[in-house]
Nanobody, 121 residues
Framework: QVQLVESGGGLVQPGGSLGLSCIASLIRFSGNIHAMGWYRQAPGKERELVATITTDGSTNYADSVKGRFTISGDNAKKTVYLQMTNLKPEDTAVYYC?????????????WGQGTQVTVSS
């Protein structure tokens, strides 16, 4: 069982910064964590990738956030962070934490409840 708890969302003005955190709680967990990351979903749009980080430190970013967002992780704490700078109104969305589990040759996705990020003046 996997529980993901996000924190850090809120309201920020355009050009501002905001940080998100996500802590994973694992109960009777088999396999290993392959990666953690962040996705977002704006009203009327599909959920999209923001950034991911594997347990060996490899990162992947959506083109729209490259140079503005930074993802980092702490394997021992099972925590992933997203530092967002130069925020734009189009970054407004619900941000979801994701954990990708690898077990016996298969991958399984787990999601947090989501945290709202609103960029507005």
């Amino acid at each position: 069982q996997v529980q993901l708890v996000e924190s850090g969302g809120g309201l920020v003005q355009p050009g501002g910064s905001l940080g998100l955190s996500c802590i994973a709680s694992l109960i009777r967990f088999s396999g290993n964590i392959h990666a953690m990351g962040w996705y977002r979903q704006a009203p009327g749009k599909e959920r999209e990738l923001v950034a991911t980080i594997t347990t060996d430190g490899s990162t992947n970013y959506a083109d729209s956030v490259k140079g503005r967002f930074t993802i980092s992780g702490d394997n021992a704490k099972k925590t992933v962070y997203l530092q967002m700078t130069n925020l734009k109104p189009e970054d407004t969305a619900v941000y979801y934490c994701n954990l990708l589990r690898h077990w016996i040759g298969h991958f399984y996705n787990y999601w947090g409840q989501g945290t709202q990020v609103t960029v507005s003046s």
